[in-house]
C-alpha cells in the first residue's frame, strides 16, 4: 500500500504540471487518446490478467504454461485489432478533425499497448503467488520513469507526443524488469503452442473479457461522446475532475487485487470464510467512501484548482462535485463482482456489466447534449445504481447477501 500512495503521489504531482502546460484542449486531446488505446489493450488483454492470477494460485506450477500461451494470444490479437483501430482513427479525423498531435499521439500509445499487455501477464504470477509488493516495486520505477521523462518531454514542447513516446519507452523498460524479476517463476518458458490450452483458457476468459471491455465502455465512453459532441476543451475539464475520483479509487483496487488470491481459495473450500471476508471488505470501505465524498463535495473548487489551476475553473469543479458520488458503491460493487469471479460466476457480472453499459451509453446519448459534462457525471453516478442490483442479486444466489440489508 506504501509504493501504491508513494506512485499516487508522484502521479498526482505530475497531472498538476501536465495540465497546467497542455490546458483543457491539450489534456483533452490527450485523454482521448488514452480512452482510444484503453478500449485496445482491454480487448486485447482478453480478461487473461484474472484468470491467470485465478488458476494459477490454485496451482503454482503452471505459471510458466499460463504465462506463455497469454502472451501468444495477446500478440495475435493486438497485431488484428491495432491496424482496425488505426483505421477507424483516421476515418474520425476525417469526419471530426481530430488533429496531427492527436492522431501522432494515439498511434504511439496503440504501439505502447503490446509491451505492456506482455508485463501485465508476467505482474499477475507474481499475484498468484501473493509477492504484490514485487510489481507493485516495479510500478514506482514505471511511475518514477515516467515523471522524469514526461517533465523533459513537456518542457521540451513535445506535448501530447512526446507523452506518448515516453509511454512507449517506459513500458518496454517495465517489461525488461518485472521479466528479470519473474525468471524463477516463468521461466523456462514451454515455447511449444498447445492449442487445446490456448481454446480453454480463450473460452475460461472470454466471460472476464467482456466484463473488462463492458467496464471499460461503462467508465469512458463518456470521454468518447464528449470529444464528439463538445469538443477537447470540454474532455479536459471533466478530465481534470477524474483525476481526483481517480485517486480515490487506489484503495479499492489495491485492496481487492490483495484479497482475490484469497478469496480464489476460499470460494473452493471455505464458503463462509469467503463471506466473512467479503462483508468486512465492505464496510471498511463504505466507512471511506462516504467521508471523501462529503469532503470532496465542499471542497471541490480549491480541489479543482489545485489540480488543474484556474483554467480549468468552473467547469472542473462543478464536474467533481457531482462525479464523486459514485464512489460508495463503486468501492461495493468493485469487490463484489471479483467475488463472484472467484466463485465462478462471471457470466452473472457480464449480464451485469452488459446491463449497465446499455444504461450509460442510452443515457449519456440523452444526458450530455442537455447538460455537457455534468450529464456526463450524473449517468456515471446513476449507473453504480443500475450496476448494484444485478450484482448484488448474483451475489445472493451464489453465496452471500450484501451486508447492507
Not at 255 to 269: D, G, N, V
Not at 380 to 386: M, W, Y
Request: proline share 4%; with cysteine; hydrophobic share 60%.
Amino acid at each position: 500500500m506504501a509504493t501504491q500512495l508513494l506512485n499516487k503521489a508522484l502521479d498526482a504531482g505530475f497531472a498538476l504540471v501536465m495540465l497546467r502546460m497542455l490546458g483543457p484542449a491539450g489534456a483533452g486531446s490527450y485523454a482521448f487518446a488514452g480512452v482510444v488505446v484503453l478500449y485496445l489493450e482491454t480487448a486485447a488483454g482478453f480478461g487473461l490478467d484474472t484468470l491467470i492470477t485465478r488458476d494459477v494460485a490454485r496451482d503454482l506450477t503452471q505459471g510458466p504454461r499460463y504465462l506463455w500461451h497469454a502472451v501468444v494470444l495477446r500478440t495475435l490479437i493486438w497485431a488484428t485489432l491495432a491496424p482496425l483501430l488505426w483505421l477507424g482513427l483516421l476515418a474520425w479525423d476525417g469526419l471530426a478533425a481530430l488533429g496531427a498531435d492527436t492522431l501522432a499521439a494515439c498511434g504511439l500509445l496503440i504501439l505502447a499497448a503490446l509491451p505492456a499487455l506482455w508485463a501485465g501477464a508476467v505482474s499477475r504470477l507474481f499475484y498468484a503467488h501473493e509477492r504484490m509488493e514485487v510489481p507493485a516495486l516495479v510500478t514506482v520505477q514505471t511511475t518514477v520513469t515516467k515523471v522524469a521523462l514526461g517533465m523533459a518531454a513537456l518542457i521540451a514542447g513535445s506535448g501530447i507526443v512526446g507523452l506518448a513516446g515516453v509511454a512507449v519507452l517506459n513500458n518496454l523498460l517495465t517489461l525488461a524488469v518485472l521479466g528479470f524479476l519473474a525468471r524463477r517463476v516463468a521461466f523456462p518458458l514451454p515455447i511449444a503452442f498447445q492449442p487445446s490450452l490456448a481454446r480453454r483458457m480463450l473460452v475460461e476468459a472470454f466471460p472476464l473479457f467482456c466484463n473488462n471491455l463492458l467496464a471499460a465502455a461503462f467508465f469512458r465512453v463518456d470521454v468518447l461522446l464528449l470529444q464528439a459532441w463538445q469538443g477537447a476543451a470540454v474532455v479536459g475539464w471533466y478530465t481534470a475532475a477524474y483525476k481526483v475520483v481517480d485517486a480515490a479509487l487506489l484503495l479499492p483496487s489495491s485492496l481487492t487485487l490483495a484479497l482475490f488470491p484469497a478469496m480464489a481459495r476460499q470460494a473452493a473450500s471455505a464458503r463462509d470464510a469467503l463471506e466473512r471476508t467479503y462483508h468486512l471488505a465492505v464496510r471498511y470501505l463504505l466507512a471511506l467512501a462516504f467521508p471523501l465524498a462529503v469532503g470532496t463535495t465542499a471542497l471541490a473548487e480549491p480541489i479543482a484548482a489545485l489540480v488543474g489551476g484556474r483554467a480549468f475553473l468552473p467547469h472542473s469543479a462543478l464536474a467533481l462535485q457531482w462525479l464523486i458520488w459514485f464512489l460508495p458503491l463503486s468501492y461495493v460493487n468493485g469487490v463484489t463482482q471479483y467475488v463472484l469471479i472467484a466463485l465462478g460466476r462471471q457470466r452473472s457480472v457480464t449480464v451485469a456489466f452488459l446491463i449497465v453499459v446499455l444504461f450509460n451509453v442510452a443515457a449519456n446519448a440523452v444526458a450530455i447534449p442537455l447538460l455537457s459534462y455534468r450529464g456526463a457525471a450524473l449517468v456515471t453516478v446513476l449507473s453504480e445504481v443500475v450496476l448494484l442490483l444485478p450484482l448484488a442479486h448474483a451475489l445472493r444466489a451464489a453465496v452471500a447477501r450484501l451486508p447492507l440489508w
